[in-house]
């Protein structure tokens, strides 16, 4: 995920140039950041630091005062740090949040911290670990956690790392690596398994709680409630990266890795799984190397660009998006922005404008032009 940025490129072949879409500089100096949003109720746009800390953009800059630091406990370096942040949807009342990161072992930790009365810091005792998954590898972590519109917590986790899936955890429902996870948090200690799980009646098949299969390095996705969508963006092997959308109540979904990369096979010649899912888009690696995103813009300043489906790449630091009608994208296009750097993350503020995370410590914001 982590690599040196390259030109950007021309838009390819059956794409469109967009020129009615900016992108403004909001904030710079933050400490390679991961992930930016809002909390529910509040309009102060936080970003995640891969050493350990969040922090929120004020003036344009850090906040002098850190929200949660836990750099203490974090490996960083890499892939590994803190790699993600969601919170409760009820957070305005319960003020519960959670992070997924890589401990000083290198191993998944998704942990729920409670916010302090002022909501200027977390409680610093308040920890409570919700799953840990040791990892083989230092790659390959995923990092992302959302919730989606059933309130329930979903976790993208990377196949593990090395290269080529070495242990095959994609494909083995028994691993939790390769797979998005589905958990309730609001039941259970410190979880349930929600039903709808494929293996919540069959635990004995398979660990209950996957929700989908297939995954190689989901570094991040995101839910389009107003399309009833979950959109990945899962990161290649060697040749090509893939956005994959599907209805976020389909259970059981396998994206194909490691026997697809993409929409091709991967290594020595072996049918795919029957039920996997095509990606709805992929490029090649001379188009890119580690795909960021997507997001739908569901905000309401551009309203021609509603349930738009915005990505881009960590080494080519080009915006493009399309439109997903009928199974399909349409409507492909790559937006002349110029180069946002090494893009991270996409996010979104209170009001669903999307925000855009560059690894040298600029946070941008799309904007109508």
């Given at each position: 995920m982590l690599a040196a940025s390259v030109a950007?490129?021309?838009?390819?072949?059956?794409?469109?140039?967009?020129?009615?879409?900016?992108?403004?500089?909001?904030?710079?100096?933050f400490d390679h950041p991961l992930f930016v949003c809002s909390a529910p109720g509040e309009t102060r746009v936080l970003v995640v630091e891969q050493p350990g800390r969040i922090r929120w953009i004020e003036s344009g800059r850090p906040s002098k005062r850190v929200f949660l630091?836990?750099?203490?406990?974090?490996?960083?370096?890499?892939?590994?740090?803190?790699?993600?942040?969601?919170?409760?949807?009820?957070?305005?009342?319960?003020?519960?949040?959670?992070?997924?990161?890589?401990?000083?072992?290198?191993?998944?930790q998704v942990v729920r911290y409670t916010v302090r009365a002022d909501r200027d810091s977390v409680e610093a005792g308040s920890a409570k670990s919700i799953l840990s998954v040791i990892q083989p590898f230092?790659?390959?972590?995923?990092?992302?956690?959302?919730?989606?519109?059933?309130?329930?917590?979903?976790?993208?986790?990377?196949?593990?790392?090395?290269?080529?899936?070495?242990?095959?955890?994609?494909?083995?429902?028994?691993?939790?690596?390769?797979?998005?996870?589905?958990?309730?948090?609001?039941?259970?200690?410190?979880?349930?398994?929600?039903?709808g799980n494929p293996f919540h009646d069959h635990p004995n098949d398979g660990r209950a709680e996957i929700w989908a299969t297939g995954l190689r390095n989901p570094w991040r996705f995101?839910?389009?409630?107003?399309?009833?969508?979950?959109?990945?963006?899962?990161?290649?092997?060697?040749?090509?990266?893939?956005?994959?959308?599907?209805?976020?109540?389909?259970?059981?979904?396998?994206?194909?890795?490691?026997?697809?990369?993409g929409a091709h096979g991967y290594g020595f010649p072996r049918p795919g799984p029957a039920n996997r899912v095509?990606?709805?888009?992929?490029?090649?690696?001379?188009?890119?190397?580690?795909?960021?995103?997507?997001?739908?813009?569901?905000?309401?300043?551009?309203?021609?660009?509603a349930g738009t489906i915005f990505y881009s790449d960590y080494c080519s630091g080009?915006?493009?998006?399309?439109?997903?009608?009928n199974g399909k994208a349409t409507d492909q296009t790559q937006w002349n922005v110029g180069k946002l750097g090494s893009v991270t993350s996409f996010g979104e503020d209170a009001d669903g404008e999307l925000y855009v995370v560059a690894y040298d410590g600029k946070i941008w914001k799309l904007v109508a032009r």
């Open positions: 950007s490129a021309a838009p390819p072949a059956g794409f469109r140039e967009g020129g009615s879409l900016g992108a403004v500089s909001v904030a710079e100096g630091d836990v750099s203490h406990q974090v490996s960083y370096g890499g892939e590994r740090g803190l790699l993600g942040l969601a919170f409760h949807p009820n957070y305005a009342t319960n003020g519960f949040l959670y992070i997924n990161y890589t401990d000083r072992s290198g191993d998944t230092a790659n390959h972590n995923g990092g992302m956690l959302a919730f989606g519109p059933d309130s329930m917590l979903y976790i993208g986790m990377g196949d593990g790392g090395a290269a080529g899936d070495p242990f095959a955890n994609g494909q083995n429902v028994r691993a939790l690596l390769g797979k998005m996870l589905r958990l309730d948090v609001d039941h259970g200690d410190p979880y349930a398994i929600p039903p995101s839910f389009d409630p107003g399309a009833g969508l979950l959109i990945i963006g899962d990161v290649g092997q060697n040749k090509y990266e893939e956005i994959d959308v599907v209805d976020a109540a389909r259970a059981g979904a396998n994206y194909g890795w490691n026997v697809r990369e095509e990606p709805a888009v992929e490029y090649d690696h001379h188009d890119g190397c580690s795909v960021t995103g997507g997001y739908a813009y569901r905000g309401r300043a551009m309203p021609d660009l080009w915006l493009r998006s399309f439109r997903w009608k």
